[in-house]
């Protein structure tokens, strides 16, 4: 694979790789709702972090979300063990239910906000939705895209955001289907 390009003046950048080894301010944690870990990108993060990442979250689920983090939404634990110092946990949407793509981009939207209001300049994104939810890619890519664009045009603190792909045929579509200007 040729070398990946990056956008918006350098602040965006494609890599292929293992979020979890992100030197990164906050890395993002593809969530499901209970906040207690899965499979894919949210196991990946909690093994790599470690057990401090699950005592974080059950403590966010007893006094801020009881239900589970709704879709869209944002919050933030420790990294744990990692190298990143923050992780910030987003629960995409299932492909085809109610209002998907919105929802989508609000997740991207509120990892961002979250960074900004914490003062963190750097964030690692995995492909939200794009597993087990069933989302297709090459959407996943014009929605994410056009979120992180938006965001960055009006947040001149956050210096870097990387979409750290796991294969390399993901970061393609990517770069096959997003909309940077």
Known sequence: MAALPDFIGGRVTVKVGDITREDVDALVNAANGSLMGGGGVDGAIHRAGGPAILEECKAIRSSRYPKGLPTGEAVLTTAGRMAARYVIHTVGPVYGTVAAEAKLAGCYRSCLALA??????????PAISTGVFGYPRQEAAAVSSRAIQKHLENSPGIEQVRLVFFAAEDAEVFLDHHVFG
């Not at 900004?116 to 994104?125: C, E, N, Q």
């Open 116 to 125: 900004v209001d914490r003062g963190l300049a750097t964030i690692a994104f």
